[in-house]
């Protein structure tokens, strides 16, 4: 038999040392057919591919056919959607692993958005107390945000990921030509945290993107490869110096108080997450500028980046009282005053207590009610 | 108000380091009434003790009473068998949690045996990716086994413990004056380890063992402090020195081959996990010195060792081939041998590639047809 082997496309490394472990994501186009090759070193005594019905109707017959020469390969399709990730969807993927007969040297594979690595990945955590598992993001977002850091998890009634692991993955593949397929929404809802990444960490990034964005649109390879890794890079770096959120982590929930915020109002589903902190990016870069941090040039660049990014700049007509009400739910209200994530300059963030008044300020200015 | 002091009882610590973490298995009689003071140092926001109905019965008020000063404390009474040992029991607890309001620094605390301590400390491992626990054993078995190792986990109805996380407790409070109430059958069961424990690692503690058998039985607070505190001793050793399980730890399983094949044979339920064990160990004497490296001697103290705790030397009955295809399904059969863990002498064990002839004979001796 002759085995066909795929030529090496341009692979970009990015190493990530978290919990005592250090994994690679491989970031480049047409990695999915090398999936095989790159797992081999793992050893797997079988291997188990998690998916959903999207995603297996164009990529699973290409991972198990990589796999096949490596382990028995089986896979199992989840319905995954956000409302369904719950601690049912991740017993189903730990009874596929039981009837794949997988013991503790066995891989799960997950192929997939946030959503599949989020319930796989936490199958994976606690199917006999953690077998090693490879990620194979298929959104821009899963590849640019779920890579890195090592959270699992299902949603219960009470919260969205209140029931998780911290798991890091023996590898990631960020296989870029596989956003091809993925529709624009979401590759704007993934370029909300490839421009927020360059405005918390590096200005030089930030207007790499901005000039990058037309092409980044259009899912150029070219273009993708350099912005996944650094992106990957950047977070890496955050979570690496504070693991369990104690401190600098928490800058990378930039623009999030806010977008969770519009999340929950216009209820789950009606905007992409990545709308929502796009938005939330915006509100946050406005209660910078309102706190003398940056000036209103700033401001208009960094709306002018979301914009391109065809994500929502503005979304108004949210009640003022209800949104804080909400954020105060996400966030500890210390006397009068919120903590958010603000902006001391493009490329920098931190942490500050924002006076009431000020938020209600950006709230208005914001088209809030 | 005045607050009534609690004396305090000869207590004896053992650090335990494992996954990087320190924490420390308190040891001693009346340690209950000092839950509060000796947690208060981890400034929990809030407690939620579970436990089960017997153990409630006897001893959740004087828990929440100890703890009520240090934070809001709520408490689940989860009905805990090892038939109700599932994923569906750990997410009652999980439930318990969000009725309780716990957040990331709340603190469970585990009120029972080994059954609530791995359903609880598995909740605690996957409530908001992992919330502090702290153990307090009331059984002699979950003192001395469970109170090292930070294994936790569920049923499934493919295996047992199928379904877990490691997850090490903040601190463990074993009070030997719980097992005032404990039946003299679990206490025996418990004992099974404490035989094992000197068997594998340490002769001197192996003879004091048996001096203080009678002692023991009748749950002497001065006989049980300094063995279960030796018992945790020796574990973490042995687990500290090999956290996951590639090589030293399995020295732990001495006697569990033969087991966990006689509980799998008899039906759950019908021998504690403790008097198969003890049985076990004779199988495994006996095992050992068919392969020269104990004497008929070692092999006679041992088994009296055993039926002095009053578990069982022999269970006769069981049919050998349904034995040995029982253990072929735990253990990995290299050509013809299976491994097994065996005493190179008293208070020292090896693994070892034990054949066919040699198994079946220590079967014939123990009984089996």
Redesign the interface.
Known sequence: MTVMKTPLPAVVDVPVALA?RQYVIHVGPGLLDQLGERVAALRPTSIVVVTDPTVAALYLERAVRSLQPVARTEHFVLPASEAAKD?AAA?KV??AL?AARADRRSLLVALGGGVVGDIAG?AA??????IRFVQVPTTLLAQVDSSVGG?T?VN????K??????HQPGMVLADTSLLHSLPAREVSAGLAEVVKHGLLADADYFAQVEGLMPRLLECDDAALGPVVARSCAIKAGVVGRDERESGERALLNLGHTFGHAIEAMSGYGRWLHGEAVGCGLCLAADLSRRMDLIDSGDLQRIEHAVASARLPVRIPGFERGRAIEQMRGDKKSEGGRMRFIVLERIGRAAQRLVPDAVLDATLVAGGYV
């Open positions: 005592g601690l017993a730990v009874d039981v936490f955590a606690i199917f006999m107390r953690g959270k998890g219960h009634a009470a919260g990921n209140l029931i998780g692991a911290f």
